[in-house]
């Protein structure tokens, strides 16, 4: 069979779904995946899955109706050309104008991965409230034209219920998108003093949470270290680099940049931080797991299933940045527990958070491979 895959950020499609990529190629499947082409080597890495790669133009934050609609006859375009036998898509744009244009264009078999609510969904200002009146018309809309959805959680499974989104669909419950591996396995501790931030940095990652927690931490331990890995963002919210540089002049963090392997920042942490307003799963709190690295998250959608609060690492209290400097110096004054943490995480990560038992699930309701049920049908 052909499958379209169609996503909002040309890495993801390696770096988040290659692995099921390949899985689909591997199964015998002609898989063509397509996304805007953020950087340029994106075509190749693609190629190296097996599989074919469609650039598209697409601002994944922008609210341009004008545009919405080029992007749907774009998508339209690509998938009459293509004629494939099955559409999947993930992230909101691609969910929404993707499964509308796989619908229009003929496509029998449309599934959508739904990788995390999103602040428009879940934001209650009057703006996004406005917003919503649009929005959740025309996600209930394209959500109806799915054979089948995937959630990575019940949190946001339970919202879109409540919104109307979701109704009679079948969904299942994916628990994550899984990590391979072969790729993130546990690496020694270097060091007992470096806390990691990884994520765009945009306010709903809870980037100011974060600056603010290692200043109260800094002035307590001066020793303690704070580093911030991820990309500037065109998000509304996000930090600029002028406002960035100047927590790094202060000395309070170090900004190690953009990167497209976490593993060796990873590996130099002591702890992962991930004080995000909302997820669909924490991905790199399951990396860092995986690795070895004891996490600090928030108590909300899509990090208290993946974090064991007290075990794996500690949940704090969401927009609270006392709370999170509280348990990171408890973290840096208690090695041996953090350790002990690491350990727990890393057991949890290799027993739940495992790419290719979460890959043959997706492929199994796809119906693109034969295995037995094993995940939660709601």
């Not at 995390?116 to 209650?124: E, H, M, Q």
């Not at 309070?252 to 942490?269: A, C, N, Q, W």
């Not at 991905?283 to 299933?305: F, H, K, W």
């Not at 796809?366 to 295995?371: G, P, S, T, V, Y």
Request: hydrophobic residues 40%.
């Amino acid at each position: 069979m052909k499958v379209f895959i169609l996503g909002s950020y040309g890495p993801s499609l390696v770096n988040f779904r290659g692995d099921m990529i390949k899985a689909m190629v591997d199964n015998g499947h002609e898989v063509v995946a397509c996304a805007p082409n953020d950087n340029g080597d994106i075509e190749e890495k693609v190629l190296k899955l097996g599989a074919k790669y469609l650039p598209i133009r697409m601002n994944r934050t922008g609210m341009n109706p004008l545009k919405d609609v080029v992007l749907v006859l774009d998508i339209i375009r690509l998938l009459r050309l293509e004629k494939p036998d099955v559409f999947l898509s993930y992230t909101i744009k691609p969910n929404i104008y993707g499964s509308l244009a796989a619908y229009l264009s003929g496509v029998k078999n449309i599934y959508g991965l739904m990788t995390g609510a999103g602040s428009v969904i879940r934001g209650s200002s009057l703006k996004l409230r406005m917003i919503q009146k649009v929005l959740v018309p025309i996600y209930k809309l394209a959500f109806k034209k799915c054979k089948a959805l995937f959630f990575l959680n019940d949190d946001d499974l339970e919202l879109f219920k409540k919104r109307k989104i979701v109704d009679k669909q079948k969904v299942i419950i994916i628990g994550s998108s899984g990590i391979n591996l072969s790729l993130f396995n546990k690496r020694p501790l270097r060091n007992s003093d470096t806390f990691l931030f990884i994520a765009r940095l945009i306010r709903d990652k809870g980037i100011y949470e974060f600056l603010n927690a290692a200043k109260i931490a800094k002035e307590k331990r001066p020793t303690m270290k704070f580093k911030i890995l991820g990309p500037f963002d065109t998000n509304p919210t996000a930090v600029s680099p002028e406002e960035l540089k100047k927590w790094t002049d202060e000395g309070i963090v170090e900004y190690l940049g953009k990167t497209d392997d976490v593993r060796p920042f990873i590996e130099e942490s002591f702890v992962v931080t991930l004080p995000s307003y909302h997820e669909g799963q924490g991905r790199v709190l399951v990396e860092a797991m995986a690795i070895g690295r004891a996490v600090v998250a928030t108590n909300v959608s899509g990090c208290r299933q993946t974090v064991d609060d007290g075990q794996t690492g500690y949940l704090v209290p969401l927009k609270n940045s006392d709370v999170l400097a509280e348990k990171m110096i408890a973290m840096y004054d208690s090695p041996e527990m953090t350790i002990k943490m690491a350990e727990k995480g890393y057991k949890r990560a290799t027993d739940m958070f495992d790419v290719n038992k979460i890959n043959n699930v997706i492929l199994e309701h796809m119906e693109l491979k034969n295995l037995d049920k094993q995940y939660k049908i709601i």
